[in-house]
């Protein structure tokens, strides 16, 4: 998946956050912009919104895939955040496949691992282990922080995002911290193991990855996103990225996960006048990629305006 380079954001978000969201109690702070190199070998491209899935009546929170399906955390609306049900959903077909009682939680993020469901707990503070299938609390421990929101699990480790202690924690499942790094208490509500890292939120609609030692080493905006949608939370599967939203005074954006999809992103193409080495009298305009563009400037080609027609005489003297 693809890596852009982002430079964010805007701020009025973080208001309306404390004031209209159930699933975050704590109000951010100001959103900080990160531009950071992609990620070595990672495809361009865009995510962008295709589709959206809506559970009428409740306000999306956390998000997971694993085999094939969703797992949704959800609340009542209005900043009722005691009240979570779990939902198995299938992306496709937008089915319910199965659906938790309601337990008086504050559940933020879910991840599945080890066969069990993980969810994090703001409101005791604890993350809880439950049976996939029957919903059965199998275990519960204290998280070492007192802001739990995203959880993921990396195949052997759960990951746990705690914007309140600023920081994201390592640990093994029965809750003891193997290591952690810190993050800014900015977003950092999401969270989601991607391959040597993971991902979490960094701004309204962007995501940064951190390695496990805590490095931020990419960024990538999400586009298509209604206006005043804040990105809670984020889960892969399948090709296609899940993001839920909780901030927007809208509550009809709160009910959404919206489906988003990687557009490839095309080369753009560049007018250069090219300079036929040893007949510079023969200079004309041609349209080539933009990643050929630094190899003709290297011998001696220049831009050409971008109105430039291709094949029309030209002259790398003249500044464009
Ligand atoms: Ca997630």
Not at 99 to 126: K, M, P, T, Y
Not at 165 to 171: E, F, G, I, P
Request: proline share 7%; hydrophobic share 40%; glycine share 10%.
């Amino acid at each position: 998946m693809k890596r852009a380079i982002v430079l964010a954001l805007a701020s009025v978000f973080a208001v309306s956050l404390s004031l209209y969201y159930g699933c975050i109690s704590n109000e951010p702070g100001s959103p900080v912009g990160v531009g950071v190199p992609a990620r070595d070998g990672a495809p361009a491209g865009t995510w962008t919104v295709s589709d959206s899935i809506t559970i009428s009546g409740r306000e999306v929170c956390g998000l997971a895939y694993d085999s094939g399906y969703l797992w949704v955390t959800h609340m009542p609306p209005n900043g009722d955040s005691e009240h979570v049900i779990i939902s198995k959903l299938d992306p496709v077909s937008h089915q319910v496949v199965s659906q938790s009682r309601e337990f008086a939680w504050n559940g933020r993020g879910i991840c599945v691992g080890n066969n069990s469901l993980w969810l994090a707990d703001a409101l005791h503070d604890v993350i809880h282990e439950l049976d996939p299938t029957t919903f059965q609390e199998r275990s519960a421990f204290s998280t070492p922080g007192s802001e739990p929101c995203g959880v993921t699990f990396d195949g052997v480790a759960l990951w746990l995002t705690d914007p309140w202690y600023r920081s994201v924690y390592k640990l093994d499942t029965l809750g003891h911290v193997i290591s952690s790094f810190a993050i800014p208490y900015e977003y950092r509500w999401a969270l989601e193991w991607d391959g040597g890292g993971m991902w979490t939120t960094s701004g309204a609609t962007t995501l940064v990855f951190y390695t496990p030692s805590g490095q931020m080493t990419a960024t990538e905006e999400l586009m298509g996103l209604p206006r005043g949608v804040a990105v809670l939370d984020v889960a892969f599967g399948a090709d296609k990225l899940f993001a839920s939203s909780g901030s927007s005074m809208e509550y009809a954006k709160r009910e959404k996960i919206y489906i988003l999809e990687k557009r490839p992103s095309r080369p753009q193409a560049v007018r250069i006048c090219h300079v036929p080495p040893g007949n510079p009298e023969n200079a004309h305009v041609i349209v080539i990629s933009e990643k050929a563009v630094h190899a003709h400037l290297a011998h001696g080609d220049c831009f050409a305006p971008e109105d430039a027609i291709p094949g029309a005489p030209c002259d790398c003297a003249v500044r464009h």
